[in-house]
């Protein structure tokens, strides 16, 4: 690895003495903030634009409200909201009343219960699931030896016209909950709105992906 590629996951620094987190801080070599100062200068004009001045500072503001006993200090903080909770703050904080919903069939039972939540609040759904249209997966050049069921017909998902059901009915929030490792890339390219997700796809542990993250030294130790 060139010492000048930015890789802020390998970083040797305490935290708190990072120059990320404090002026004259600590860095090694190949520290974005130093190597891409410029960069990191012109950035910041983005933050002014129309379209991601209040929404970043409201994104600010999520954060902050995810914790309780700031008044005691950082290190006496905790969190006092989960994730589902803080999608509905924030669409509350940014004054959005069309929610989009892009969800995978394992995930219908889910999918009911989160839309049952936003349209108790007031907010106007729109909610696509992952095999919408009926499109064989031969369209994407599949054939049934491929197909997770084994059968000559398999509708493939479509997170393509997931995005499109969505920016058809102008919805100014999506959320994504289920969708598999690539389908989700997909929806992003395509959505027009701002998107957030509430869960990703993980069928081994009950879509927990950091389970495997946290076993690595044991359970999930064979991925090393």
């Known amino acids: 690895m060139k010492e000048t590629m930015p890789n802020c996951a390998r970083c040797p620094i305490k935290p708190d003495e990072r120059i990320c987190k404090q002026e004259g801080g600590k860095h090694p070599g190949n520290c974005p903030t130093v190597i891409r100062a410029d960069l990191a200068a012109e950035v910041l004009k983005e933050y002014t634009r129309v379209e991601n001045a209040e929404f970043a500072k409201q994104a600010s503001l999520q954060e902050r409200d995810g914790y309780s006993n700031r008044d005691l200090g950082y290190a006496k903080v905790r969190p006092t909201k989960p994730r589902i909770e803080e999608i509905i703050d924030f669409i509350g904080k940014m004054g959005y009343r069309k929610i989009g919903m892009a969800f995978c069939m394992g995930l219908r039972k889910e999918a009911q219960a989160v839309e049952g939540l936003f349209s108790s609040r007031g907010l106007e759904m729109v909610s696509a699931i992952c095999k919408v249209g009926r499109a064989s997966k031969e369209h994407i050049g599949l054939t049934a030896a491929d197909h997770v069921g084994l059968c000559d017909f398999e509708t493939m998902c479509n997170p393509i016209l997931q995005a499109e059901v969505l920016n058809k009915e102008n919805t100014e929030f999506n959320v994504l909950l289920g969708l598999c490792v690539g389908h989700d890339s997909l929806f992003l390219k395509y959505a027009d709105a701002p998107c957030t997700v509430l869960a990703v796809k993980d069928r081994a542990t009950g879509h927990n992906p950091l389970a495997a993250i ?11």
């Open 214 to 224: 946290y076993t690595l030294d044991s359970y999930y130790r064979a991925l090393k």
